[in-house]
């Protein structure tokens, strides 16, 4: 199985401060990645998927880049609403999601 | 617009079963596979299984084999999902995702709580 290994567990930013997630796959997952964003008590939302294609309606502030085996998420000018955890997930060989990282205000 | 609405919170007792629902509407239901995922409070997402409901095929993470059993209703486009032989370690949240054939997840469905409890 392949195993995602995704930093930092949780990160703290400023307003405006461009912020990057990092996600790690224990073999070349061939640029099948994607990212979600999930707010308290909600589900996740798709935000970028196959390493850069952002979602329909989601702010051009994320972007997503990568191949092989490393793969990130940036969010370029960090919005109050961006405040959540993030996931990847690799979907080149059955299914398996990152650990997550916490995003918080500073 | 795509909708998955899942059922209601479950409070349910150790060794029992449990089935779950999840009604989708907005798209063809029968052209794209329904996964569903597993939160535990705190904790990350884990990938189940899918189901592809044009034909019935499925596909389960190993570690569910035996504990989930997925199914779907094309009639009513209705998506579900039985846990069995329930523990502590089923008390979770379960999603369903809408599932691009083989690909990422891009609609979700609100989740439903699950606690085993006696």
């Known amino acids: 199985d392949i195993q995602m290994t995704q930093s930092p567990s949780f990160l703290s930013a400023s307003v405006g401060d461009r912020v990057t997630i990092n996600c790690k796959a224990s073999q070349n997952i061939n640029k099948y990645l994607d990212w979600y964003q999930q707010k308290h008590g909600e589900a996740p939302k798709l935000l970028i998927y196959?390493?850069?294609n952002l979602q329909t309606g989601i702010p051009s502030r994320f972007s997503g880049s990568g191949s092989g085996t490393d793969y990130t998420l940036t969010i370029s000018s960090l919005q109050p609403e961006d405040v959540a955890t993030y996931f990847c997930l690799q979907h080149s060989s059955r299914y398996t999601f990152g650990a997550g990282t916490k995003l918080e205000l500073k | 617009q795509v909708q998955l609405q899942q059922s209601g919170a479950e409070l349910v007792k150790p060794g029992s079963s449990v089935k779950i629902s999840c009604k989708a509407s907005?798209?063809?239901?029968?052209?794209?596979?329904m996964h569903w995922i597993k939160q535990q409070p705190g904790n990350g997402l884990e990938w189940i299984g899918w189901?592809?409901?044009?034909?019935?095929?499925?596909k389960y993470n190993q570690k569910f084999n035996g504990k989930a059993t997925l199914t779907a209703d094309k009639s009513s486009s209705t998506a579900y999902m039985q846990l069995s032989s329930l523990t502590s370690e089923d008390s979770a949240v379960y999603f369903c995702?809408?599932?691009?054939?083989?690909?990422?997840?891009?609609?979700w469905g609100q989740g439903v709580m699950v606690t085993v409890s006696s």
């Open positions: 196959n390493t850069n």
């Open positions: 995702a809408r599932g691009i054939i083989r690909g990422f997840f891009d609609y």
């Open positions: 189901i592809y409901p044009g034909n019935g095929n499925t």
């Open positions: 907005g798209y063809t239901f029968t052209s794209y596979d």
